[in-house]
């Protein structure tokens, strides 16, 4: 579904990524891991059009949307993205957070958006809390409504970056038990995250960054459990502690 070749970028001189290769297969879950500023974040940004790659392809679906040409509005409809912070609007209800873009932006019709809203609500288990604002809610479950409101335009690809880095420990685990349903429903995701057993109890494939690039890539019990590469296992190291 998702094809990266020999993509690059960098801010200034500064490289965050040179020629990095990456494939990600329908309903398949990619972990993205390494150490802060390793570029996942960047990654992510440049899959969902958010920054200008500097050289290299990126192909969604078989077709190169860091073509010029393409209709970035268009590709962002076909992905969905969650940041670390929820950026929900504080003034408007979680439902009108969820149907504010499916209105305005794609043209959807207001009874059509909001009950596609409310499914989507009642997967992330908040139909009761349509009506509240952002701030009646703990951030868990502001972290829902957010990956509630990128669910809604049905994205073929899901993009996560640290979604739960802002909350408290405690409410970490309702957010990755959200995104283990929707492994376990078939959604594509490629999951940038500090959440070690997450990446080995869920995702398909572990990707670790490091030096602007792959520094190693495979199954979980491997690249978690028997990293070959040395940066890998100085990375692990520090946060695996039971890792010899």
Same mark, same amino acid.
Request: proline share 0%.
């Given at each position: 579904m998702l094809r990266i070749t020999g993509?690059? &970028?960098a801010y200034g001189d500064a490289v965050i990524l040179n020629d990095l290769d990456l494939a990600v297969q329908a309903h398949q879950c990619v +972990? !993205? =891991?390494? +150490?802060?500023?390793?570029? &996942?974040?960047t990654l992510l940004r440049c899959v969902n059009l958010l920054e200008v790659v500097d050289d290299g392809v990126i192909e969604l679906d078989g077709q190169d949307i860091t073509d010029p #040409?393409?209709?970035?509005?268009?590709?962002?409809?076909? =992905?969905? @993205?969650?940041?670390?912070?929820f950026n929900l609007f504080p003034h408007l209800s979680v439902l009108d957070n969820l149907t504010l873009a499916p209105r305005r932006v794609h043209g959807i019709a207001r009874r059509e958006a909001e009950q596609s809203a &409310?499914? @989507?609500?009642?997967?992330v288990g908040l139909a009761d809390r349509a009506s509240a604002r952002p701030d009646q809610l703990s951030g868990g479950q502001q972290q829902r409504v957010a990956i509630a409101r990128a669910l809604v335009n049905r994205p073929r690809l899901m993009l996560f970056d640290e979604v739960t880095s802002a909350l408290d420990p405690e409410l970490v685990?309702?957010?990755l038990t959200l995104l283990?349903? !929707?492994r376990r429903d078939g959604m594509t995701m490629l999951v +940038?995250?500090?959440? @070690?057993?997450? +990446?080995?109890e869920v995702a398909d494939q572990v990707v670790f960054l490091a030096d602007q690039g792959i520094a190693e890539a495979g199954p979980p019990a491997q690249v978690l459990g028997d990293p070959t590469d040395p940066r890998t296992?100085?990375?692990?190291? #520090?946060?695996?502690p039971d890792l010899s």
């Open positions: 993509l690059r &970028k +972990a !993205l =891991i390494g +150490a802060s500023g390793s570029g &996942k974040s #040409r393409v209709d970035a509005d268009e590709v962002r409809g076909r =992905i969905g @993205m969650v940041f670390q912070s &409310k499914e @989507m609500l009642d997967r685990g309702e957010v283990a349903e !929707l +940038a995250t500090h959440e @070690m057993a997450f +990446a080995r296992r100085r990375f692990l190291r #520090r946060v695996l």
